[in-house]
Structures are given as structure tokens and as C-alpha cells.
């Protein structure tokens, strides 16, 4: 495998020496940088066409949509690994290599496998992918569920926001109906307003709900609240599911999403009305209600134990003192892989989801490693694994670091960055609740790009993206992506194309690579955030959270225990 990837690289480039002598470099303003020269001159030469012959390779149907230990996502891997090399990097993973184990299991639910809701009324038997998905959290081959289903609103306990769906109801051995997102508000200090938290999220439902004993959750999905159509729900749950091997975490028998018809039925099955039922969810004096409707589930899985890899490379710092620190860039590599049963073209290429970030990323990487000087403290670049299963290969990083997470001073995440061209703006969402956004603040005036507020706040894409997984071990984290706003263009143009993408292509075999691609502004970003990455890895204190902050509490811890 090594050798035949090491030739497709070598090919991939051989490709570029014509587009590279034609190619002309923007030039730009950029005096006010503080850079030394060696690197704005490499900072200069950031290749958009070196990033589109990483995302036309990385999408090919030959790597099978990159799936999560499967062969195609193993090739990714390898591939990455092979231009960390090339580029001279130090390996940062297991054992002097550039491959850090992630110990995985996958689970695929059986055609056995049944799913039913039982009342008075009678029995009725869902089919699965068009009015359900559900996967056996436990990692056994078999589970059986037969509970009382139990509506519990948004399924919340936030005391910050003197918040409790539960209202202490032993709710052990039940199933949990609950919608996604969390109580509609405008005031910031609740629930952040429009800005989706944590709690908003479906995988916090299933921790909270396996945290209180329960046997299984189901999620009520309505585009509108999940920001997001059923065909990503059904997409994104078909087929094998990867999961961390566990580690005495509580999970859920029962892990489910319904179609919003079927939460309908069981209302109406339960002699309730799913909108007064939705209403009343956003009160504070709402009560946890049983229903008389149960589910009873033979839940039958295939179990796979595997090892998937984060790909880890390092660039030493220069700086005696602060080496021993590092800033981190990261990128999800893997997508959705194969659908076997599905007609036609069934390979989920993931060209912009996440092809583009690694394409970046690994841009990055070489551009660092060409600067004659290096920054004082250690760069680290981290291409992940399973992101599309549930941020796991970072999770796995954010606990277990090439580098103490008290000792990581910012992370900067790439994830879905489209090819349409030059921004006119950029995305930063979260930074502002870091120390470094100051800096963040006077390099995109630099690079004359205006900072667009998250242009969709309620979907919570702060949580849906790897940065979040390093947040969590008190990295202070976020993602750079473009706004809305391209040259020769209005932002109601940029914000088509997002929608579309997102109703059309986001998570289908139609996230495919396409000559007529512009990475001008993939190539904008990566500029971007390799001045914020020097200049990060350069000042003499690290990074922190604005006091108050939710993560503030895991970087005090961090620091405790990086000393």
C-alpha cells in the first residue's frame, strides 16, 4: 500500500510544474504583518492548485468516500502521511511514526433487527432509514428493549440556566423521546439566544440520557430545529457507525432518531398533540410525561473491532524555552465512505467535506516546513479520523495529545471550506471568546476581510467540527472558514450557494470534485491562518478563554497538569 500511494503522490504532482509556472501569486498588502521575511515569502506562495490536486485526489471514487476503517479512508491516511514525510515533518504519533491508533469499534445494525410501537391500539413495525435510524450504543451483538417511552422535552439539565427537563424523574430503563436543539430564545444570557450550546446537540441527548440510566433515546427530527433535511439523518446513519471502544462510559441499548411524522403518530397514539407537546417543552415549568405508547426493540448488530489513525506531524519550535509548546492544525480526513445497498452512484467523495480542510492542512504543512525560520514554539499538524461519526478521532486526540493539552497554546480547524472563489469575508466562530481574538481582529483588517458574525448561529457548528473535541480538554479551539461575501459577487449569492450545497450535496454522493472549482479563497485561508498560526506560536504568553467561559474550568485544569 505504501509504495503504490507514494507513486499516486508523486504522479498528483508531477502535474502541478505547468499550472505552477504559469501561475501568478496575489499580491498583497500585507506590510503590517509581523512575519519575518523568509516566512511572508512562503506565506506568498500558498498554491491554490497544490490544494485542488489534494482535494482531486482525496475525493476519487478510488478512495471509496474515505470511509472509517475501511480502505479508502486507510488510503487518505497513508496518502497525508506520505506528504508529512516528503515535507520533512517530524512524526508525532505512536512509536517515531506519524500514526496515532485509535482503538474503534464499528457497528452495523442487522436486517433482523426490528423496531416497534406498541400501545393498546396495537403494534407497528417502522422501517428503517425512511422513519427511523437506531444503533446499540452497548457494542453487544444483540439488545433487547421493551420500556415505556418517556417525553422529556429538549431533554436538558443546564443549572447555569436554571434549566431541568428531568425534574428529578427516575427515568432508569426508559426510553427518552426528546427534540433536538434547545429552548428558542433571543436574550444571550439564555441558552446563548439564537446560538445553538452544547445542549443543543444531539450527541449531549444521548450522554445525558445514558448518564440518568436510561435504555434509549429518540430524537425527534424537524429540519428547522436539526438545521438539517432527513436525508442527512439517514445518510449519515446507514451503514456501519464507528464508535470509541468503550471505556466505562454509560451507553444507550437504544441510540435513535425518528421522522417527524412518526414523533406525530406517537403523539397521537399517546392521545396528545405533538405541537402542544413542542410548546409546552419550552416552559421552565415543564414536567417529564410517560406516555402509553412503549418501544419494543430487538436490537441486532454486526461488531467490528478495528484501529483507524489520526496522522500526526510535527515542526519543532526554535525556541529553547517554548518548544515544549505547540499551536495545532487540524482537518478531518475521513467522509461517509460506501453505501452498498444504494443504486447508482453510491460513494460519498466528501470534495468539500472534508477534501478541502486536508487540502489546506496539508498546504500548511509544507509552506511551514519550507520557512528557513521557524516559529519559537512547535507546530502540529493533526489530519483526523471519524469526524463524520462523531468527532471521535479528536476526542481520542484531545485525550491523548502529541502534546499536554495545558502545552497547546490554539488549535486552528479547517472543515468544509468551498471552492467558489475569493472571500470577501471570513468565519471565526468561537474565537471571539478566546484571548488571541484581538490579534484575530487586526490580521483580518491586514488581509482586508471582514469578520461575518456565524451566518447560521442556530445550527451550532461551534460543536459540530473537531475544534470543539480540543475545547473540551481546554485547547482554546475554533475553525476559519469563508463568509458569504466573494468578489463580484453579493453575499445573497454566497448564501445560495451554501444552501444549496447544504440541501443538495452535504452529506450525498454529489459532494464531488469538479474542474470549474475555484480555490483562490481555500488558498485565502490557508494565508490566513498561517499568520494567525506564527503569530500564536510566537508571543510569549499562550493563548486563554475570556474569563466566564464554559472551557475556562478544563484550561485551568490543563495548565495544572501540564506543570
Not at 18 to 34: G, I, M, N, P, T
Not at 259 to 274: E, P, R, S, V
Not at 530 to 549: H, I, N, P, R, Y
Request: hydrophobic letters at 35%; charged letters at 25%; one cysteine or more.
Amino acid at each position: 500500500m505504501r509504495t503504490s500511494v507514494i507513486v499516486l503522490c508523486l504522479l498528483v504532482f508531477s502535474n502541478l510544474a505547468a499550472s505552477q509556472a504559469s501561475h501568478k501569486h496575489a499580491k498583497s498588502s500585507l506590510d503590517s504583518v509581523r512575519l519575518p521575511g523568509a516566512a511572508f515569502a512562503a506565506m506568498q506562495k500558498i498554491d491554490p492548485e497544490r490544494i485542488r490536486a489534494h482535494v482531486r485526489f482525496l475525493s476519487h471514487d478510488l478512495l471509496e468516500g474515505r470511509g472509517t476503517g475501511q480502505r479508502g479512508g486507510d488510503t487518505a491516511a497513508e496518502y497525508i502521511e506520505t506528504q508529512f514525510a516528503l515535507y520533512g515533518l517530524k512524526p508525532a504519533g505512536d512509536s517515531g511514526s506519524y500514526l496515532q491508533k485509535v482503538p474503534m469499534v464499528g457497528i452495523t445494525p442487522a436486517p433482523e433487527t426490528t423496531f416497534s410501537l406498541v400501545s393498546a391500539k396495537g403494534t407497528t413495525d417502522l422501517k428503517p432509514l425512511e422513519q427511523y435510524v437506531a444503533y446499540d450504543q452497548t457494542q453487544q451483538p444483540r439488545s433487547d428493549v421493551d420500556a415505556e417511552i418517556v417525553y422529556v422535552g429538549y431533554g436538558i439539565e443546564a443549572p447555569e440556566y436554571k434549566w431541568d427537563d428531568y425534574k428529578g424523574t427516575d427515568v432508569r430503563g426508559k426510553v427518552l423521546l426528546m427534540l433536538v436543539n434547545e429552548p428558542p430564545s433571543d436574550d444571550v444570557n439564555f441558552f446563548k439566544g439564537k446560538a445553538l450550546t452544547y445542549y443543543g446537540r444531539w450527541t449531549y441527548k444521548y450522554e445525558e440520557a445514558a448518564r440518568k440510566g436510561a435504555v434509549g433515546a429518540i430524537l425527534i427530527h424537524q429540519t428547522e430545529m436539526a438545521s438539517y433535511p432527513w436525508e442527512v439523518v439517514r445518510n449519515s446513519n446507514s451503514g456501519e457507525k464507528s464508535y470509541l471502544k468503550l471505556d466505562g462510559t454509560p451507553k444507550l441499548k437504544v441510540a435513535s432518531w425518528v421522522h417527524f411524522d412518526i414523533a406525530k403518530q406517537i403523539a397521537t397514539t399517546a392521545g396528545m398533540n405533538l405541537d402542544k407537546m413542542m410548546a409546552d417543552a419550552r416552559s421552565r415549568d415543564f414536567h417529564p410525561v410517560t406516555l402509553s405508547v412503549k418501544l419494543k426493540a430487538d436490537m441486532v448488530s454486526k461488531i467490528r473491532p478495528f484501529e483507524s489513525n489520526n496522522v500526526l506531524a510535527m515542526l519543532p519550535g526554535s525556541d529553547s524555552k517554548l518548544r515544549g509548546e505547540a499551536v495545532m492544525y487540524t482537518a478531518h480526513y475521513d467522509h461517509l465512505g460506501i453505501r452498498p445497498d444504494m443504486p447508482g452512484d453510491n460513494i460519498y467523495n466528501g470534495a468539500n467535506d472534508n477534501a478541502t480542510g486536508c487540502g489546506i492542512l496539508l498546504e500548511l504543512a509544507r509552506t511551514y516546513a519550507e520557512v528557513t525560520q521557524r516559529p519559537r514554539r512547535s507546530i502540529v499538524f493533526a489530519s483526523v479520523t471519524a469526524e463524520e461519526q462523531g468527532l471521535l478521532g479528536s476526542e481520542y486526540l484531545g485525550k491523548h495529545p502529541p502534546v499536554p493539552a495545558g502545552k497547546i497554546s490554539l488549535d486552528l480547524n479547517y472543515d468544509d471550506v468551498p471552492p467558489l472563489g475569493s472571500p470577501e469575508e471570513v468565519e471565526v466562530s468561537g474565537a471571539e471568546r478566546t484571548t488571541f481574538y484581538p490579534a484575530i481582529q487586526a490580521m483580518a483588517k491586514t488581509f482586508r476581510l471582514t469578520i461575518r458574525p456565524d451566518s447560521r448561529p442556530e445550527a451550532g457548528h461551534y460543536y459540530r467540527s473537531d475544534h470543539f473535541s480540543l475545547a473540551r480538554v481546554g485547547i482554546p479551539s475554533f475553525s476559519i472558514n469563508e463568509g458569504t461575501k466573494y468578489k463580484g459577487h453579493d453575499a445573497a449569492w454566497g448564501m445560495q450557494q451554501a444552501e444549496e450545497y447544504t440541501s443538495k450535496h452535504y452529506h450525498q454522493p454529489s459532494d464531488e470534485y469538479h474542474p470549474s472549482m475555484d480555490f483562490t479563497g481555500d488558498a485565502a485561508m490557508a494565508r490566513f491562518g498561517f499568520v494567525l498560526g506564527w503569530e500564536a506560536a510566537s508571543q510569549t504568553k499562550m493563548v486563554g478563554w475570556q474569563k466566564g467561559d464554559e472551557f475556562e474550568g478544563a484550561r485551568l485544569a490543563s495548565l495544572s497538569g501540564a506543570r
